[in-house]
T-cell receptor, first 112, second 117 residues
Framework: TQLLEQSPQFLSIQEGENLTVYCNSS?????LQWYRQEPGEGPVLLVT???GGEVKKLKRLTFQFGDARKDSSLHITAAQPGDTGLYLC????????????WGAGTKLIIKP | GAVVSQHPSRVICKSGTSVKIECRSL??????MFWYRQFPKQSLMLMAT?????????EQGVEKDKFLINHASLTLSTLTVTSAHPEDSSFYIC?????????????FGQGTRLTVV
């Protein structure tokens, strides 16, 4: 069974601080997606990384895909209260089923 | 990004009744849709994969006779919770994937909060 271990599961920091969320696996993924979910809503796609070593930036968010495409990280610089939410990573398998393997999620709280 | 519409967003029903949840891809064709269940403060748990024109594939432990899935067209999939019980109360989310290229992305509906009383 493929697993995608996401850490930390919970993080509460002050506004202005930096943070990193990690997703690790022993398996190779064809792509990896990062989502953010607000309470009572569906997840919203933030980014998809496809190439090993790829780095994508979305304002203060930096996403990196590991060289071997087994791990990924999300780094937030100068976190703001509006960044509060549940962050989920999901790895796509390369087979025809195209199912996503989900991390457990990181509940992020940014205190003003 | 592509838009997936899920309806209703909230529903309260009595024990023993059935509830239907709709998932529509509004601006693309989705040959495959996924149904998830999410418990508070937890990640998504895949229930079943719905393929247009064929029977859904259910994950282990998910009762196919209780959670009926119909994917009659390329833009609509429905999940019917039959003979609902309070333990079925949960947040149900659908997603649809637009296939193309070497990688795909999943777009999610807004979710449905089901409360069985």
């Amino acid at each position: 069974t493929q697993l995608l271990e996401q850490s930390p599961q919970f993080l509460s920091i002050q506004e202005g601080e930096n943070l990193t969320v990690y997703c690790n696996s022993s398996s190779v993924f064809s792509s990896l997606q990062w989502y953010r979910q607000e309470p009572g809503e569906g997840p919203v796609l933030l980014v998809t990384v496809v190439t090993g070593g790829e780095v994508k930036k979305l304002k203060r968010l930096t996403f990196q895909f590991g060289d071997a495409r087994k791990d990924s990280s999300l780094h937030i610089t100068a976190a703001q209260p509006g960044d509060t939410g549940l962050y989920l990573c999901a790895g796509a398998r390369g087979d025809s089923n195209y199912q996503l393997i989900w991390g457990a999620g990181t509940k992020l709280i940014i205190k003003p | 990004g592509a838009v997936v519409s899920q309806h209703p967003s909230r529903v309260i029903c009595k024990s023993g009744t059935s509830v239907k949840i709709e998932c529509r891809s509004l601006d693309f064709q989705a040959t495959t849709m996924f149904w998830y269940r999410q418990f508070p403060k937890q990640s998504l748990m895949l229930m079943a994969t719905s393929n247009e024109g064929s029977k859904a594939t259910y994950e282990q432990g998910v009762e196919k006779d209780k959670f009926l899935i119909n994917h009659a067209s390329l833009t609509l999939s429905t999940l019917t919770v039959t003979s609902a019980h309070p333990e079925d109360s949960s947040f149900y989310i659908c997603s649809a994937r637009e296939f193309g290229g070497l990688w795909t992305e999943a777009f999610f509906g807004q979710g449905t909060r089901l409360t069985v009383v």
